[in-house]
């Protein structure tokens, strides 16, 4: 079974600065997708960032990277010049097998201070 | 090209009725996802249909049962409510559902059981 866990659930950042969002993962397969995504207030998610696990260059998305490692199963989400609109619910999600299913974390409550 | 609909956007039943929500998929998308969202359990995969079949379940009772049409809409359906059954109902909709592909979600389907 494919688990994903997010430990903090709430984070606080200052408007302009970096924050760090953490994943670990666990699943037994050797081919799988790893997403982040955001669900603003409004509720409609939308997706971050996404990382292949084959591949060993971490993604990035404008303001969004990820720090990838493999080995110790984690996939943690580093936001830059953070801005209030980021203000969001994130969550850490896998995919694994031929399908499609998402399996997620609790979810971690981002707040920006101005 | 517009995105994923559900309706209704908010529902109140009692206890024992059964409700249908509704999920139309982005255009030309022929893979559509159900999610339960609640603040205990976060989010959980319900089952995900592709081409009016039902591909992947998850584990949830046999009182959750959806179906797929021929134009990619989806329904979802509760019989026997009950109350732990509030939550939010999330669809997402993918090219063919295949690993990889992006998820787009609707904006969800609010469930209050009474």
């Known amino acids: 079974a494919q688990t994903v866990t997010q430990s903090q659930p709430e984070m606080s950042v200052q408007e302009a600065e970096t924050v760090t969002l953490s994943c670990t993962y666990d699943t037994s397969e050797s081919d799988y997708y790893l997403f982040w995504y955001k669900q603003p207030p409004s509720r409609q998610m939308i997706l971050v960032i996404r990382?292949?696990?084959?591949?060993?260059q971490n993604a990035t998305e404008n303001r969004f990277s990820v720090n990838f490692q493999k080995a110790a199963k984690s996939f943690s989400l580093k936001i830059s010049d953070s801005q209030l609109g980021d203000a969001a619910m994130y969550f850490c999600a896998s995919q694994t097998g031929a399908n499609s299913k998402l399996t997620f974390g609790k979810g971690i409550t981002l707040s920006v201070r101005p | 090209k517009a995105g994923v609909t559900q309706t209704p956007r908010y529902l109140i039943k009692t206890r024992g009725q059964q409700v249908t929500l509704s999920c139309s998929p982005i255009s030309g998308h022929r893979s559509v996802s159900w999610y339960q969202q609640t603040p205990g359990q976060g989010l959980q995969f319900l089952f995900e249909?592709?081409?009016?079949?039902?591909?992947n379940k998850g584990n949830f009772p046999g009182r959750f049962s959806g179906r797929q049409f021929s134009n990619s809409r989806s329904e979802m359906n509760v019989s026997t409510l009950e109350l732990g059954d509030s939550a939010l109902y999330l669809c997402?909709?993918?090219?063919?559902?295949?690993?990889?592909?992006?998820?787009?979600f609707g904006p969800g389907t609010r469930l209050t059981v009474l």
């Open positions: 249909y592709f081409s009016e079949t039902q591909r």
């Open positions: 997402a909709s993918s090219l063919s559902g295949v690993r990889g592909n992006e998820q787009f």
């Open positions: 990382q292949e696990a084959y591949k060993q």
